[in-house]
């Protein structure tokens, strides 16, 4: 993803000190804020590829151990560098928990599924995100959502069967596993919804860092396979790259308007597509270049819709991890 943090897909971190805390005015700059954002999810996509190849010798949960455990490093840098630990501070355990365990799950059926499928297959399949947040905003939140959005959400499941064709098999298949993924990151973003009402963005990413580092941190008496010095940098380099993610992505937010730059996340799709063909010859099929394109369209209609409404979807999208 973009999603995946992780990426399900990484959580970007706005530097303020505390949930009430008054923040500084925003400097709008669009081009920079842009240039970020990309950026970052180059930054994401190289980790992606990582993954994918070094799980073809490793387990989703070692993998996701160093991925979270050096994410620790840029994550702690940035916060010591906003002047204060007060930005922990946590105000709803229960929250916390959950929204942590929701993105362990997503941040797993990523990773799980970037080794087993194309890598911009995955990658398309993360954009339904927004259509299953609208979704579940309706049950689980209680918002109303007009039948313009109900329209796009439609649209935008249609594109997601194009993408994994589903048959007699559907149940059995590989495609599942992402989609399952962004069902757990959608979960996050409505949970991030609430959070976002007490909780600084720094609190969120470290206590999302921690559970992920200890969930799979105990796993690893049971799957550790011990690395050689080239693949245990490259273990690290995951780690690190994730967490340099989301400090541009943080930047990318802290410079411009969710509505400007939000877009550009499906720019993640180039970047996927040119890994996987210049190091496994992955190519997408036709089916995924039209669902994504069905997918992308309801995402922004979502999107630019949700922003006329002026509903809280700016301060849930800083606060996203899917990878």
């Not at 999810?41 to 979270?68: E, W």
Request: hydrophobic fraction near 60%; aromatic fraction near 10%; glycine fraction near 8%.
């Amino acid at each position: 993803m973009a999603m995946v943090e992780p990426p399900l897909p990484a959580s970007p971190l706005p530097l303020q000190t505390s949930a009430g805390a008054a923040a500084s005015p925003r400097v709008v700059s669009p081009s920079r804020a842009i240039l970020l954002m990309v950026g970052s999810l180059v930054f994401f996509c190289i980790m992606d590829a990582l993954v994918k190849d070094l799980g073809t010798r490793y387990p989703t949960m070692q993998l996701m151990f160093f991925r979270s455990l050096f994410a620790f490093v840029p994550i702690l840098l940035l916060i010591l560098h906003g002047g204060s630990l007060r930005a922990l501070r946590v105000h709803s355990i229960g929250g916390h928990i959950l929204r942590s365990l929701v993105g362990v799950g997503a941040m797993f059926c990523f990773f799980y599924a970037y080794v087993r499928m194309p890598l911009a297959d995955v990658v398309a399949i993360s954009f339904a995100a927004p259509v299953f947040v609208v979704a579940l905003s309706v049950p689980l939140l209680g918002e109303k959502v007009g039948p313009r959005r109900w329209a796009a959400v439609l649209v935008g499941f249609v594109g997601v069967l194009v993408m994994i064709q589903p048959d007699a098999s559907l149940l059995s298949s590989v495609a599942l596993v992402p989609l399952i993924g962004t069902l757990f990151f959608a979960l996050a973003m409505i949970v991030l919804r609430k959070l976002g009402r007490t909780e600084t963005s720094a609190s969120v990413a470290f206590t999302f860092t921690l559970a992920c580092t200890v969930i799979s941190g105990l796993a690893l008496p049971f799957v550790w396979i011990a690395p050689d010095l080239p693949d245990l940098l490259a273990l690290i380099a995951v780690g690190l790259l994730g967490g340099v993610g989301q400090i541009l992505m943080t930047a990318a937010f802290k410079h411009g308007d969710v509505a400007v730059i939000a877009p550009f996340e499906y720019t993640s799709m180039i970047w996927a597509t040119l890994l996987g063909f210049v190091f496994w010859g992955e190519v997408p099929g036709l089916n995924i270049w039209i669902g994504v394109a069905i997918v992308m369209a309801s995402g922004l209609f979502i999107l630019f819709r949700e922003a006329n409404l002026q509903l809280p979807r700016g301060r849930a999208r800083r606060l996203q991890v899917k990878r």
